[in-house]
């Protein structure tokens, strides 16, 4: 569950610079650099608790998980670079 766990800490650091979870890093359907599978991750994270995450990564394969864990490392480094 580490590929869960990281998404879930970076999501919660970029809410707390950006103060929400922008669409392009859940929303499939909206223009981004975010990876369908961290996407995925970071759609069942949303919500009273973060639950969501682990089990939608329970459901994913290695190449998935992967791919989840580079887009949240991209994703968190762009964000501490641009937001400093």
Do not use: H, K
């Given at each position: 569950?580490?590929?869960?766990?990281?998404?879930?800490?970076?999501?919660?650091?970029?809410?707390?610079?950006?103060?929400?979870?922008?669409?392009?890093?859940?929303?499939?359907?909206?223009?981004?650099?975010?990876?369908?599978?961290?996407?995925?991750?970071?759609?069942?994270?949303?919500?009273?608790?973060?639950d969501?995450?682990?089990?939608?990564?329970?459901?994913?394969?290695?190449?998935?998980?992967?791919?989840?864990?580079?887009t949240?490392?991209?994703?968190?480094?762009?964000?501490?670079?641009?937001?400093p």
């Amino acid at each position: 569950m580490t590929t869960a766990r990281l998404v879930e800490l970076a999501c919660g650091a970029i809410i707390e610079l950006v103060r929400e979870m922008p669409s392009a890093l859940t929303d499939p359907g909206v223009p981004g650099a975010a990876g369908p599978e961290f996407r995925r991750l970071a759609r069942g994270g949303q919500g009273a608790t973060t639950d969501g995450v682990y089990r939608a990564c329970e459901l994913m394969t290695t190449p998935e998980r992967r791919g989840a864990a580079n887009t949240t490392l991209d994703t968190l480094v762009g964000y501490r670079v641009t937001r400093p």
